[in-house]
């Protein structure tokens, strides 16, 4: 039931405009952060929209039949990523303040969507080790970006708990890689070992 939803055109096509606006929100959230950044670290700091713009790629590729498998592989990895951290973060901060905005809870659901979305299409991306290996090089490369540059996402209340979150976020990362390994890699070897 569900791999028919999932390729149905009418849904893809509706998720692929979801994700597209959803990217675009994304960048305009960013606005104050990215008119604040250095030009070299520009195309690493707005995570989550780059993320979505990668899943929103993958869809359209999808929709017309062909497989763009560097750009599932950054999808797969970075949506989980930064979907589970967004998600962690405004929980953090609830924790702290108390209290969240109404558009916090509205990150939390879309970012928790965000995890989800990337994970379900796993069966259909054409990634081998070397797709993993860019996007995993990416992936790590980002949070050197984040946390050693001090380019990470701004949570103001969370300024004193940087060192922690740069920790969790690494092992974050490697969870992202692991799991986008055994769901693509891994599984298309193990079905090919039972053929």
Do not use: C
């Amino acid at each position: 039931m569900i791999h028919k939803i999932l390729l149905d055109r009418r849904f893809l096509f509706v998720l692929l405009l979801v994700n597209l606006f959803g990217t675009i929100y994304g960048y305009l959230w960013y606005g104050y952060q990215l008119s604040n950044t250095p030009v070299q670290f520009l195309l690493f700091v707005p995570d989550s929209p780059t993320a979505s713009l990668f899943f929103t790629i993958f869809l359209f590729f999808f929709i017309v039949g062909k497989n763009a498998p560097y750009v599932e592989a950054l999808a797969i990895i970075t949506l989980f990523k930064y979907g589970i951290w967004a998600v962690v973060m405004n929980g953090l901060t609830f924790i702290v303040n108390g209290s969240l905005p109404w558009e916090a809870y509205m990150l939390i659901v879309s970012h928790g969507a965000m995890a989800i979305q990337g994970l379900l299409y796993a069966p259909y991306y054409a990634i081998k080790i070397r797709h993993l290996v860019v996007a995993s090089i990416w992936t790590l490369h980002n949070d050197i970006i984040d946390y050693v540059f001090d380019m990470m996402p701004v949570y103001s209340s969370l300024n004193d708990y940087m060192n922690e979150i740069g920790y969790f976020t690494f092992w974050l990362s490697i969870v992202s890689i692991a799991l986008a390994y055994y769901l693509t890699v891994r599984k298309r070897l193990e079905y090919s070992y039972r053929s």
